[in-house]
């Protein structure tokens, strides 16, 4: 028997708007100064503001559910400044909610180990790279026994098109298990969008790869030398958050790697590829670790069986594994 997700895809896009809304307000204030000091204040607001708002959404519409997300509330209550900040752009959005009210939306998503059916979060999704301006994302993906099945994941800041400098940006992506991956407007109305796919590409040769702009993030030099070998020429698209997942599953990368770096030992967590992956596959793409398995959340809130991720349009996964010569 198929399972209906319509309430949970309208849910679950309406709250990711919703969130970005108030993530490009605080974005749109940031000060460059605020950069060179290296001060973090501008992305913990939105980070928070986020968090709460879509699980307040969730909590409305399903409150039997779970939430595993980033953040929690504990740093923040102790951070009166940061916490009257943070309620401040939330009340833009829904008037009259107070500091408390909003530590216990975010708390809601402190679900904090793997169940049968629930929510994951990231409210913000490369945060490197929203300090910066660059591309980030929100992702929210609902998870039933251990498998991503609606994803929704905006991109604030993604052009509708790569090569076009003038192309509208702020794109949500949007994936229910067996039914496709559609492409919608952030800052539209519509809620159905276009259908994308893949790149049709059968070879990896002259094909573009993808991976973090942050190069403690993944091996960069790895995955210059795989797509090498693949026979890739093109410069690495370098962007930071799921984005990289969302401009596979649109064509405009054939492959997404995110390699260990040599002596390092970082577990993902599931929220940086639950919504990611769901949108690639339904793209008619294919997500796996660097040793070629599926990935595991049934251990969440970390991907303990899995180590590294590629993604590639579908066409030529193998190839790309082995070019990797992991073992
Ligand atoms: N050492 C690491 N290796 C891989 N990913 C990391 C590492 N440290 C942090 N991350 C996570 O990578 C994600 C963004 O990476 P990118 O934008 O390069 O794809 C973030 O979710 C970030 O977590 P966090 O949100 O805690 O900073
Ligand atoms: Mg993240
Ligand atoms: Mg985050
Ligand atoms: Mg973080």
């Known amino acids: 028997m198929s399972t209906s997700y319509d309430r949970e895809r309208e849910v679950a896009l309406h709250a990711v708007r919703k969130a970005a809304t108030l993530c490009q307000a605080v974005q749109s204030q940031i000060d460059p100064s605020v950069i060179e000091k290296e001060d973090r204040t501008p992305v913990t607001v939105a980070d928070f503001g986020s968090q709460a708002l879509i699980c307040n959404a969730l909590r409305e519409a399903f409150p039997d559910d779970p939430i595993i997300a980033e953040e929690d509330s504990s740093a923040l209550r102790k951070n009166q400044g940061v916490l009257l ?22 708390d809601k998503g402190n679900a904090g180990e793997y169940s049968d059916r629930f929510w ?5 999704d490369g945060t490197k790279g929203f300090v910066r301006g660059d591309q980030y994302a929100i992702a929210l993906a609902l ?3 251990g498998v991503p099945q609606v ?3 905006a991109c604030p800041n993604l ?3 790569l090569d076009d400098d003038d192309a509208p940006t702020g794109q949500a992506f949007i994936a229910v298990r067996g039914d496709g991956a559609y492409q919608v ?3 539209g109305e519509d809620d159905s969008g276009t259908r994308i796919h893949t790149s049709d590409a059968e ?3 002259n094909g573009r790869f993808t991976d973090s702009f942050v190069s403690a993030h993944s091996a960069h030099d790895m995955a210059k030398e795989t797509g090498q070998r693949l026979g890739i020429t093109a410069d690495p698209i370098r962007m930071d958050s799921q984005a990289k997942y969302a401009i596979v599953a649109r064509g405009d990368a054939e492959i997404y790697f995110r390699l260990p770096r040599p002596g390092t030992n970082y577990t993902e967590k599931i929220w940086d590829h639950a919504a990611g992956m769901l949108v690639v596959e339904m793209a008619g793409g294919t997500v796996t670790d660097v040793n070629g398995d599926p990935l595991d959340f049934t251990h969440a809130p970390l991907l303990t069986e899995n180590t590294g991720i590629v993604a590639t349009n579908g066409h030529f996964h193998d190839q790309v594994l082995d070019a990797l010569e992991m073992d």
């Open 85 to 106: 900040q943070v309620t401040q752009q939330v009340q833009q959005i829904r008037s009259g909610v107070t500091p408390n009210t909003v530590c216990s939306w975010i």
């Open 120 to 124: 994951t979060l990231d409210p913000i």
């Open 143 to 145: 998870v039933v026994d």
């Open 151 to 153: 994803a929704a994941l």
């Open 159 to 161: 052009p509708a098109d």
């Open 185 to 187: 407007s952030l800052n």
């Open 203 to 205: 070879t990896p040769a």
